[in-house]
Every structure is written in structure tokens, then in C-alpha cells.
């Protein structure tokens, strides 16, 4: 099956900008999307379709795609970023919605 | 305000059974897919079941393929998660969520989950 991987963890400091990646065989080839999720709420959708942004959603968010990797970059990190996120693909070869690992975001 | 509701959940024995449901509200529940995940204690989400619009399609992950099923009432804009035959490693939060168009593979908004404890 569809595997996509994720480091467990990044840490910025306010202000800065936190990059998370998320690895997959020929990621480019799918359309990725990006949840965030704080402690004990539902995941967010942040970034759909590569580089889309959900209505309210900050422009600090943005995300890209190409080869095997896909990577979400926030800018100007806030506190309030600091969340658990999550990429997802659809896998067209077994028909299933695959998450990555997960990453949990600390603001220093 | 677009939002998903659910109900249900809490502590079954190994064996057990339970219902839990989803309700929309804000927007034309009956012209979108509709997905059931769930996430155990401190792992990722995963990923359970879908129903397409009129409820004429299902699918599931072969983890609960025979033991869940979904379904759903657009009369009542709900959908349900009938879950057989629960084992210790169903204890999960399970969330319900809205596929976000037609085959655009991303769920938004999601409800706000529900504990399902399987334990003796």
C-alpha cells in the first residue's frame, strides 16, 4: 500500500518560517492535502489540490508538490500554529485515502 | 455556518456494538460523499469508510470490511457508523467528515469526533 512519511517532529521560533515535508513514491504524480490538529480538536484542512487555500485560511500557509516529495511551509509562525499536521493523498491503485505520519509543529 | 455534529460513542465490551452518528447542517447534505476515520490514543488518522450521495456506494478499509457498516438518512441529514463485533484495537476517536466535492479527495469541515472505548 501507499506509504507516505513525514519527520515527527519540526521546531521554529516565532516568526520564522517551518517547513514540513511529506515523502512519497512520485508524490508529484497525486494531489496532496494538508490537515493541522490541535490537542483533543478535529484535523483542519489547511491546503488542498497542491496549493489551495480553504476560505479563512491564513496565506501563511502555502504548500507545493513535485517528485517524491511534498512540502507545507508556514511563514511568519504564530504560537498558535503549534499543532499536529498531517498530508493525504487518494491512492488510485487501491482506492484508499492514506494520511502521512504526522508532524508535530513546536513554536519555541 | 457549515458543520458536522456527531453522537454517540463511549465504553462496549470486546464483542460489542455501536452507532455512531453524524449530522450536517449549512449545507445540501444529500449532494456529497460522506467518510468515516478515526484516530487511535496518540497514532494518525486513518481512513474507514465512505458513502456516496444517495447511499448507493460503500467502501470500506479492509480492517472493518464485514464488521462496520455506513449509512446515512438525507431526510435527516445524518450518517450513521454501525460498528459489529468491536475489538480492543477499535478503541479510537472516530470523526466523520465531508468529502469536499465530487472525486476531490480532501474532507472539510470534519466533526468535532467521538471516544469509542473497547474494554472489559
Known amino acids: 500500500s501507499y506509504v507516505l512519511t513525514q519527520p515527527p517532529a519540526v521546531s521554529v521560533a516565532p516568526g520564522q518560517t517551518a517547513r514540513i515535508s511529506c515523502g512519497g513514491d512520485?508524490?508529484?504524480?497525486?494531489?496532496v492535502h494538508w490537515y493541522q490538529q490541535k490537542p483533543g480538536q478535529a484535523p483542519v484542512l489547511v491546503v488542498y489540490?497542491?496549493?489551495d487555500r480553504p476560505s479563512g485560511i491564513p496565506e501563511r500557509f502555502s504548500g507545493s508538490n513535485s517528485g517524491d516529495s511534498a512540502t507545507l511551509t508556514i511563514s511568519r509562525v504564530e504560537a498558535a500554529d503549534e499543532a499536529d499536521y498531517y498530508c493525504?493523498?487518494?491512492?488510485?491503485?487501491?482506492?484508499?485515502?492514506?494520511f502521512g505520519t504526522g508532524t508535530k509543529v513546536t513554536v519555541l | 455556518e457549515v458543520q458536522l455534529v456527531q453522537s454517540g460513542g463511549g465504553l462496549v465490551q470486546p464483542g460489542g456494538a455501536l452507532r455512531l452518528s453524524c449530522a450536517g447542517s449549512?449545507?445540501?447534505?444529500?449532494?456529497?460523499?460522506m467518510h468515516w476515520f478515526r484516530q487511535a490514543p496518540g497514532k494518525g488518522l486513518v481512513w474507514l469508510a465512505r458513502?456516496?450521495?444517495?447511499?448507493?456506494?460503500?467502501s470500506y478499509v479492509d480492517s472493518v470490511k464485514g464488521r462496520f457498516t455506513i449509512s446515512r438518512d438525507n431526510a435527516k441529514n445524518t450518517v450513521f457508523l454501525q460498528m459489529n463485533s468491536l475489538r480492543v484495537e477499535d478503541t479510537a476517536v472516530y470523526f466523520c467528515?465531508?468529502?469536499?466535492?465530487?472525486?476531490?479527495?480532501?474532507?472539510?469541515?470534519w466533526g468535532q469526533g467521538t471516544l469509542v472505548t473497547v474494554s472489559s
Open positions: 467528515a465531508r468529502e469536499g466535492g465530487d472525486w476531490v479527495n480532501w474532507f472539510d469541515p
Open positions: 449549512g449545507f445540501p447534505f444529500g449532494n456529497y460523499w
Open positions: 458513502i456516496y450521495k444517495d447511499g448507493s456506494v460503500l
Open positions: 512520485n508524490i508529484g504524480s497525486k494531489s
Open positions: 489540490d497542491d496549493t
Open positions: 493525504q493523498v487518494w491512492d488510485n491503485s487501491s482506492d484508499l485515502y492514506v
